[in-house]
């Protein structure tokens, strides 16, 4: 019969998992590397399963251990939380979470709908991660994520907020030398900023729409980029044109510094949802991030 392992010894299972080595997990748990190798051992040995494939440079889970950390993980946080609230005698949020999101959404918003979060619950100790990759949430850590674009087939929960809507623009100063253009199959003869993390679809394709119409356009790639920060500030130096996000760049254009091109043309929208890992049981304080989070995002008209 399987004996229910102490909680330090998740403790340790779970720090080693999150860091990838016994050796650093050991320093974060003031242990020596031995004495953390010694409770895995334990621990697998009272579960009855190898929960971690060991080498001289590195840890990964096993199936069994991959299950044991997605749903036993957010068990004992919330069992801390609630200790924590009956010490407290009141039933305050608590605990870290773990947020990761696209790094110009979240410079310009995602920073302070956490503030706002943690203002009403400032137990609780946030951890931003921002990356333009889709990272692996188990690997890194991560609690929730924000995420744009069509997601890819898998296991995770998610939760759909609602669109991001994206437009052609340029600055005035470009538009001087090399003109406007007045239809799609112009844009091919112009400069234009290109976004080469951008997974959706080739990077140097554009499909317009207007009234039933379609066209497909090829464009003249001349500046690529990863980070739309970047590609913004391109755009006011007058280095091309670009179709991004209008939250991003739309202010520019109500203030005179980049014009919107063919507004009467649409480019298709990207869905926007918030991700987490598939466990039976959910941690209330990640539940309360969600909900926060979504109230955020429809108080944004700049992202609609």
Same mark, same amino acid.
């Given at each position: 019969?399987?004996?229910?392992?102490?909680?330090? $010894?998740?403790?340790?299972?779970?720090?080693?998992?999150?860091?990838?080595?016994?050796?650093?997990?050991?320093?974060?748990?003031?242990?020596?590397?031995?004495?953390?190798?010694?409770?895995?051992?334990?621990?697998?040995?009272?579960?009855?399963?190898?929960?971690?494939?060991?080498?001289?440079?590195?840890?990964?889970?096993?199936?069994?251990?991959?299950?044991?950390?997605?749903?036993?993980?957010?068990?004992?946080?919330?069992?801390?939380?609630? +200790?924590?609230?009956?010490?407290?005698?009141?039933?305050?949020?608590?605990?870290?979470?773990?947020?990761?999101?696209?790094?110009?959404?979240?410079?310009?918003?995602?920073?302070?709908?956490?503030?706002?979060?943690?203002?009403?619950?400032?137990?609780?100790?946030? =951890?931003?991660?921002?990356?333009?990759?889709?990272?692996?949430?188990?690997?890194?850590?991560?609690?929730?994520?924000?995420?744009?674009?069509?997601?890819?087939?898998?296991?995770?929960?998610?939760?759909?907020?609602?669109?991001?809507?994206?437009?052609?623009? $340029?600055?005035?100063?470009?538009?001087?030398?090399?003109?406007?253009?007045?239809?799609?199959? =112009?844009?091919?003869?112009?400069?234009?900023?290109?976004?080469?993390?951008?997974?959706?679809?080739?990077?140097?394709?554009?499909?317009?729409?207007?009234?039933?119409?379609?066209?497909?356009?090829?464009?003249?790639?001349?500046?690529?980029?990863?980070?739309?920060?970047?590609?913004?500030?391109?755009?006011?130096?007058?280095?091309?044109?670009?179709?991004?996000? =209008?939250?991003?760049?739309?202010?520019?254009?109500?203030?005179?510094?980049?014009?919107?091109?063919?507004?009467?043309?649409?480019?298709?929208?990207?869905?926007?949802?918030?991700?987490?890992?598939?466990?039976?049981?959910?941690?209330?304080?990640?539940?309360? +991030?969600?909900?926060?989070?979504?109230?955020?995002?429809?108080?944004?008209? =700049?992202?609609?």
């Amino acid at each position: 019969m399987r004996k229910n392992p102490d909680n330090t $010894a998740w403790r340790v299972f779970f720090r080693v998992v999150e860091r990838g080595s016994l050796t650093l997990a050991a320093e974060d748990l003031a242990l020596e590397p031995s004495s953390v190798s010694r409770q895995l051992t334990a621990l697998e040995h009272r579960l009855n399963t190898q929960l971690l494939n060991r080498s001289t440079r590195k840890v990964s889970l096993t199936p069994a251990g991959t299950r044991a950390y997605e749903q036993m993980r957010p068990l004992l946080e919330e069992m801390d939380a609630l +200790l924590a609230s009956l010490d407290q005698g009141t039933p305050e949020l608590s605990g870290r979470l773990r947020v990761s999101a696209p790094v110009a959404l979240g410079e310009r918003h995602v920073s302070i709908w956490l503030a706002g979060f943690q203002r009403q619950h400032p137990a609780v100790v946030l =951890d931003l991660v921002l990356s333009d990759r889709a990272l692996d949430l188990m690997a890194e850590g991560i609690d929730v994520a924000l995420r744009v674009g069509h997601l890819r087939a898998s296991s995770l929960v998610a939760r759909p907020l609602g669109q991001l809507s994206h437009g052609l623009y $340029a600055s005035p100063d470009y538009l001087r030398v090399h003109g406007a253009p007045l239809q799609p199959a =112009d844009l091919g003869e112009h400069r234009a900023l290109v976004y080469s993390w951008m997974t959706e679809q080739n990077p140097s394709q554009l499909l317009l729409s207007q009234a039933g119409e379609v066209a497909k356009v090829e464009l003249k790639a001349s500046f690529l980029l990863n980070s739309l920060g970047a590609i913004h500030s391109a755009l006011l130096a007058g280095a091309g044109l670009h179709a991004g996000p =209008d939250w991003l760049l739309a202010p520019s254009a109500r203030r005179g510094e980049l014009v919107k091109l063919l507004p009467d043309w649409q480019l298709p929208a990207l869905p926007v949802h918030l991700v987490r890992l598939h466990s039976r049981f959910v941690p209330q304080r990640i539940s309360a +991030l969600c909900d926060w989070l979504e109230q955020c995002w429809q108080q944004l008209e =700049d992202l609609r």
